[in-house]
T-cell receptor
């Protein structure tokens, strides 16, 4: 199965609510990154958290990393319609010079 | 928005045709990548490059080939397109970030390919 697996696969919430997405992985990593993809477009890098970090913030984004559980979460606070997109976690596996992407969470923000 | 460009954005062609998908970046990044992505699915790495004259195959077997003659240019070629090649192709690049490659990637807008 995939190195990175997101949960849930799809999430629909009301504007203003918080959205939480989770990512689990299997092997040791150097870092974990979250990307956003709007429909039919390329991916946009949101945030990177290193393996020795536990939490990171960027604007309305909060990312946590638990290396003992091999999992990460992305929290988007006070969601907006413009946050509607697919969100992917990507892991840089130790010793590898590339990223492995999960299958993504499709987030829909209802006005 | 990242300075990475892909052309064409959409391509509809017949089986057996040779096609080249173009990717250019103006950020001076050494590393470049090609991914294949079906709608709503994960990205699969098909090729990557560490720099000029360096190309490597990715995790997903692909009948495409790539070249890296200039730092800014990383075209992908299919010698004979088939319906199974129908997909979205995403190009990305990555900078050296002082302590090494964190692999933060900057993506182009993608090329949607339909082979009839």
């Amino acid at each position: 199965s995939q190195q990175g697996e997101e949960d849930p696969q799809a999430l629909s919430i009301q504007e203003g609510e918080n959205a939480t997405m989770n990512c689990s992985y299997k092997t040791s990593i150097n870092n974990l990154q979250w990307y956003r993809q709007n429909s039919g477009r390329g991916l946009v890098h949101l945030i990177l958290i290193r393996s020795n970090e536990r939490e990171k913030h960027s604007g309305r984004l909060r990312v946590t990393l638990d290396t003992s559980k091999k999992s990460s979460s992305l929290l988007i606070t006070a969601s907006r319609a413009a946050d509607t997109a697919s969100y992917f976690c990507a892991t840089r596996i130790q010793g590898a010079q590339k990223l492995v992407f999960g299958q993504g969470t499709r987030l829909t923000i209802n006005p | 928005e990242a300075d990475i460009y892909q052309t064409p954005r959409y391509l509809v062609i017949g089986t057996g045709k040779k096609i080249t998908l173009e990717c250019s970046q103006t950020m001076g990044h050494d590393k470049m990548y090609w991914y294949q992505q079906d709608p709503g699915m994960e990205l699969h790495l098909i090729h990557y490059s560490y720099g000029v004259n360096s190309t490597e195959k990715g995790d997903l077997s692909s009948e495409s080939t790539v070249s890296r003659i200039r730092t800014e240019h990383f075209p992908l070629t299919l010698e004979s397109a088939r319906p199974s090649h129908t997909s979205q192709y995403l190009c990305a690049s990555s900078p050296y970030e002082g302590q090494g490659y964190q692999e933060t990637q900057y993506f182009g807008p993608g090329t949607r390919l339909l082979v009839l």
